[in-house]
T-cell receptor, first 113, second 114 residues
Framework: AQKVTQAQTEISVVEKEDVTLDCVYETRDTTYYLFWYKQPPSGELVFLIRRNSFDEQNEISGRYSWNFQKSTSSFNFTITASQVVDSAVYFC??????????FGSGTQLTVLP | GAGVSQSPSNKVTEKGKDVELRCDPISGHTALYWYRQSLGQGLEFLIYFQGNSAPDKSGLPSDRFSAERTGGSVSTLTIQRTQQEDSAVYLCASSRGGYPDTQYFGPGTRLTVL
């Protein structure tokens, strides 16, 4: 069974600030996958990134970066120089031997102009 | 190409009525998932189809819920004798079916049970 915890319910920042969204996962699977999805006000879940349990390389994509640390079971997501359009609910999720996603409760990010 | 589509986008029904929600996956995707998003329960898995294999129904909350997938493509989620607690957004996702895999979501159907 998988469990994903996003302790931050809501975060509010001013435009151009950096912001980090926390994600902690629990799993008994030796092979598992971690994901981040974005849900803007329109409601559709948009895939952002997938990481494999055997690859702890951090990743940067434009203003987005992800920090995966197995030692702390964390998969944190940072937005650099945030923009108003980044305002959304962000979900961390995992999958393992069972293919379905287990989601965290989400973090509502509000970026103020 | 086209993404996952769902219909209707909104559905209002009366308690006790049956409803059917439809999902068209991305062309070529062999795996299809249904999830439910509600304020109290967050995002929950309901059912998973992979090719011609028996579906994984482990997330269905009661026997009032069922789903079919015809011809390995379109899926219909049916809720019988709807209850107010069934009110939620029902999300469909599809994926290529390999492992690892990434699921791509549709816009959802907002179900309101009066």
């Amino acid at each position: 069974a998988q469990k994903v915890t996003q302790a931050q319910t809501e975060i509010s920042v001013v435009e151009k600030e950096d912001v980090t969204l926390d994600c902690v996962y629990e799993t008994r699977d030796t092979t598992y996958y971690l994901f981040w999805y974005k849900q803007p006000p329109s409601g559709e879940l948009v895939f952002l990134i997938r990481r494999n349990s055997f690859d702890e390389q951090n990743e940067i994509s434009g203003r987005y970066s992800w920090n995966f640390q197995k030692s702390t079971s964390s998969f944190n997501f940072t937005i650099t120089a945030s923009q108003v359009v980044d305002s959304a609910v962000y979900f961390c999720a995992s999958s393992g031997s069972a293919r379905q996603l287990t989601f965290g409760s989400g973090t509502q990010l509000t970026v103020l102009p | 190409g086209a993404g996952v589509s769902q219909s209707p986008s909104n559905k209002v029904t009366e308690k006790g009525k049956d409803v059917e929600l439809r999902c068209d996956p991305i062309s070529g995707h062999t795996a299809l998932y249904w999830y439910r998003q509600s304020l109290g329960q967050g995002l929950e898995f309901l059912i998973y189809f992979q090719g011609n294999s028996a579906p994984d129904k482990s997330g269905l909350p009661s026997d009032r819920f069922s789903a079919e997938r015809t011809g390995g493509s379109v899926s219909t989620l049916t809720i019988q004798r709807t209850q107010q607690e069934d009110s939620a957004v029902y999300l469909c996702a599809s994926s290529r079916g390999g492992y690892p895999d990434t699921q791509y979501f549709g816009p959802g159907t907002r179900l309101t049970v009066l």
